[in-house]
């Protein structure tokens, strides 16, 4: 079975705090996805990674970085934390064939209130 | 306007209830659609995949796409307490694509 953990299950930080929050899986898939996810919005993509050193904007960036130095790794940055970045944070992982069945793999997310 | 609309609920029904879950989207290029499961504290994970118009069945779940009206469904028979959780509706334009569009996700309680 595919794994993918995220390091923290709860993490509460100061308005203007460097945040990272990492994520590994164990399953060598190529790409890697950073989602929020808040009531009523649903899963909002912040950025994903197709490779090492590779990223892709998703559709909610700002505020945001990715680094990924290590196929398996994939840490999300939130450079200066602000309030209205408290959310549940979710990792997702992905094989990059196109099958017709190859789902998004995700972590069992990080709890992020910036206070 | 939101590419996926979906009900946010919550819904709450008894056991052994026929439940239905929907979403409408409005890109008429989404092909592939999905629904992701997501127990409490717990990240989505992928229940039913389909592509063309019509149902797919698997077990007590039966996925249906209308691509003529944009409209699909999740429909769950002989509801159990287990069932009860967030359900995700999922869309893409290309098979295998790397970027879903997602709905709001309705929070589903079977009461027993």
């Known amino acids: 079975d595919v794994k993918v953990t995220q390091s923290s299950r709860y993490l509460v930080k100061r308005t203007g705090e460097k945040v990272f929050l990492e994520c590994v899986q164990d399953?060598?898939?190529?790409?890697m996805f950073w989602y929020r996810q808040d009531p009523g919005l649903g899963l909002r993509l912040i950025y994903f990674?197709?490779?090492?050193?590779?990223?892709e904007k998703g559709d909610i960036p700002e505020g945001y970085s990715v680094s990924r130095e290590k196929k398996e790794r994939f840490s999300l940055i939130l450079e200066s934390a602000s309030t209205n970045q408290t959310s549940m944070y979710l990792c997702a992982s992905k094989t990059a064939l196109s099958s017709y069945n190859s789902p998004l793999h995700f972590g069992n997310g990080t709890r992020l209130t910036v206070t | 306007q939101k590419e996926v609309e979906q009900d946010p609920g919550p819904l709450s029904v008894p056991e052994g209830a026929i439940v239905s879950l929907n979403c409408t989207y409005s890109n008429s290029a989404f092909q592939y659609f999905m629904w992701y499961r997501q127990y409490s504290r717990k990240g989505p994970e992928l229940l039913m995949y389909t592509y063309s118009s019509g149902n797919k069945e698997d077990g007590r779940f039966t996925a249906q796409v209308d691509k003529s009206s944009k409209y699909i469904s999740l429909f769950i028979r002989d509801s159990q307490p287990s069932d009860s959780a967030t359900y995700l509706c999922?869309?893409?334009?290309?098979?295998?694509?790397?970027?879903?569009?997602f709905g709001q996700g309705t929070r589903l309680t079977i009461n027993p």
């Open positions: 990674s197709y490779d090492v050193k590779m990223k």
């Open positions: 399953m060598d898939h190529e790409n």
């Open positions: 999922a869309t893409t334009i290309i098979q295998g694509a790397q970027k879903l569009v």
